[in-house]
């Protein structure tokens, strides 16, 4: 049996290439994120456009604290406008906004902006869009471990009783279907600690564009390109389709 939806429920793309793309116009790094901006607002348009009912995008990783802090306090202040400059458009679209990651780390502003996005915006039907802002996948899984053997410490759960589901419902993808397509713009092939579990049969497409070059047309073709993937799921092509 091979599983063949043209139309990919979930998509999550790693937004890479905007440093690249400033340097090679003699522009400073964040000069890249500000046009980067224009392809979320693209994507977004057309994920909800195709019937793509889940769009994940990494935005900032954890470890991208570690950038020098003008670069790290232009994101954040970045991060700050689109979120209110984008919200009656969102919410006319039917979007509703997710911030996935660990907030503890973020400032006053930020934190107020995170909450305001995703109230302004609850109840959007159409598409979710999930923000993955100061994530990382090991952190999310040492976060899950940890809380799911605290509920065991406590008599909440044997450990026999901890199987996919538990994990799932631990992490902060829970309740969001796996990503059927994950995109790393940029022409490099890692995940950078993105999704380690929830990428387990994903779809993968690399295109060598850089993200503030990454439009509408490309997130089309992106589509294509996984319309004619066979996903099999471990088990055989199914012969009528052959
Ligand atoms: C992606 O572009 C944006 C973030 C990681 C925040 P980069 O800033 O990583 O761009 P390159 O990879 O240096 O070109
Ligand atoms: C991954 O890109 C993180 C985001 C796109 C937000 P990086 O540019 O930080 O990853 P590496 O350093 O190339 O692995
Ligand atoms: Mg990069």
New binding site residues.
């Given amino acids: 049996m091979s599983e063949k939806k043209s139309i990919p429920q979930h998509v999550a793309i790693?937004?890479?290439g905007n440093g690249r793309w400033a340097k090679q116009l003699g522009k400073e790094r964040y000069e890249g994120h500000i046009a980067g901006v224009e392809s979320v607002r693209a994507v977004v348009r057309a994920a909800a456009k195709s019937g793509v009912r889940w769009l994940t995008l990494?935005?900032?990783?954890t470890?991208?604290w570690g950038r020098p802090v003008e670069e790290v306090n232009a994101i954040m202040e970045l991060f700050c406008q689109t979120v209110v400059g984008e919200a009656p458009e969102l919410k006319k679209q039917g979007v509703s906004v997710r911030v996935m990651g660990e907030r503890k780390r973020f400032s006053e502003s930020v934190l107020r902006m995170i909450e305001y996005i995703e109230s302004a915006t609850a109840g959007g039907e159409r598409l979710t869009l999930v923000l993955?802002f100061n994530y990382s996948s090991r952190r999310e899984l040492l976060l899950a471990t940890r809380h799911i053997a605290c509920r065991v410490a406590a008599g909440e759960l044997s450990a026999e009783d901890i199987d996919e589901s538990v994990i799932g419902d631990s992490l902060m993808t829970r309740g969001i279907p796996d990503p059927d397509l994950i995109i790393r713009t940029s022409g490099?092939c890692?995940l950078?600690n993105?999704l380690l579990w929830q990428a387990s049969y994903a779809e993968f497409y690399f295109p060598e564009v850089l993200w503030p070059d990454f439009r509408e047309e490309a997130f089309e073709e992106a589509l294509r390109v996984y319309a004619g993937r066979d996903r099999r799921f471990g088990l055989v092509a199914d012969s009528s389709n052959e």
Avoid: P, V
């Fill in positions: 790693i937004m890479d990494y935005a900032f990783s470890e991208n993955a490099e890692r950078s993105f």
